[in-house]
């Protein structure tokens, strides 16, 4: 069975620090795209990193570039985000996400953690 | 960045109702168009992959359709566990931008 387990969130203060840790279980995690996504209260999904399978290729969307890294570590069946200078509006329910390959072609989210969540907050 | 939009924002139908999501895309995405079902709470859960494709365990009352910039997600006959949000996302280029959501309750 596959499992996604999450954990680091908290409350932190603006401009404070954190990172996030996801636990893959049960695939081969060297195979698989991984993901993050975060959902910030009440509000929709929002697309924040990806790395690729040996960790050769990771995108960021423009709002946490130079913030937030995505990393992994395919000993530990593990993906990572760092997240530095938080801001308010980093405050979100953070997701960890397979990125599964149709064909080695065509990317979707197939499986997920149950999330995280990050408080941004003085 | 690619835009991605879909309407309605909300959406009221009955069980046994036919329903259908739109998604339009800023550009053309090719078939590189994903559907997510979220219900409160919970984790999103893959509904569809490249635009037409059933992901395993999901019902065919779920269908999708489309290419390039418009893309529908079609719900044969409602039945009251289909009541949550729905999300389109594009995974055409980075960043993979997701639809603002559709919100589907119960009328």
């Known amino acids: 069975e596959v499992q996604l387990v999450e954990s680091g969130g908290g409350l932190v203060q603006p401009g404070g620090s954190l990172r996030l840790s996801c636990v893959a279980s049960?695939?081969?995690?060297?195979?698989?795209?991984m993901a993050w996504v975060r959902q910030a209260p009440g509000k929709g999904l929002e697309w924040v990193a990806n790395?690729?399978?040996?960790?050769?290729?990771?995108y960021h969307v423009d709002s946490v570039k130079g913030r937030f890294t995505i990393s992994r570590d395919n000993a530990k069946n593990s993906l990572y985000l760092q997240m530095n200078s938080l801001r308010a509006e980093d405050t979100a329910v953070y997701f960890c996400a397979r990125d599964q390959l149709w064909y080695q072609l065509f990317p979707s989210l197939d499986y997920w953690g149950q999330g995280t969540l990050v408080t941004v907050s003085s | 960045d690619i835009q991605m939009t879909q309407s309605p924002s909300s959406l009221s139908a009955s069980v046994g109702d036919r329903v259908t999501i739109t998604c339009r895309a800023s550009q053309s995405i090719s078939s590189y168009l994903n559907w997510y079902q979220q219900k409160p709470g919970k984790a999103p859960n893959l509904l569809i992959y490249?635009?037409?494709n059933l992901q395993s365990g999901v019902p065919s009352r779920f269908s999708g359709s489309g290419s390039g910039t418009d893309f529908t997600l079609t719900i044969s006959s409602l039945l009251p566990e289909d009541f949550a949000t729905y999300y389109c996302?594009?995974?055409?280029?980075?960043?993979?931008?997701f639809g603002q959501g559709t919100k589907l309750e119960i009328k």
């Open positions: 996302q594009q995974s055409y280029t980075p960043p993979q931008t």
């Open positions: 490249a635009t037409s």
């Open positions: 790395i690729k399978e040996d960790g050769s290729e990771k």
């Open positions: 049960g695939f081969t995690f060297t195979s698989y795209w």
